[in-house]
Nanobody, 123 residues
Framework: QVQLVESGGGLVQAGGSLRLSCAAS????????MGWFRQAPGKEREFVGG????????PYADSVKGRFTISRDNAKNTVSLQMTSLKPEDTAVYYC????????????????WGQGAQVTVSS
């Protein structure tokens, strides 16, 4: 069982930066691949990026590649999403999620979810 809690959302101007954190409970956090997803009003939940349990592989969606960076600290049971050069179209609720096995961009393949953090980018 893993419980996830996001923090760090907020309002930022276009071009700015924001860092989201996801704190996990459970002694087996290091066994899970972690994903970040986002959902804008009226749109489907979409994959932002992910990180393997070892932290060695971090795939990203094309829309955020080069602007967002995912990292994890298994000793602290945390995973982070550093967002730079933010655009108004990045506005959404951001979720971290955990799953056993490989990272996928399919949201329903993830077993555990955080409550979400609102990110709003003003133009």
């Amino acid at each position: 069982q893993v419980q996830l809690v996001e923090s760090g959302g907020g309002l930022v101007q276009a071009g700015g930066s924001l860092r989201l954190s996801c704190a996990a409970s459970g002694r087996t956090f290091s066994s899970y691949a972690m994903g970040w997803f986002r959902q804008a009003p009226g749109k489907e939940r979409e994959f932002v990026g992910g990180i393997t349990w070892s932290g060695t592989t971090t795939p990203y969606a094309d829309s955020v590649k080069g602007r967002f960076t995912i990292s994890r600290d298994n000793a602290k049971n945390t995973v982070s999403l550093q967002m730079t050069s933010l655009k108004p179209e990045d506005t959404a609720v951001y979720y971290c999620a955990a799953k056993i096995g490989s990272i996928t961009n399919i949201y329903h393949s993830y077993d555990y979810w955080g409550q979400g953090a609102q990110v709003t980018v003003s133009s």
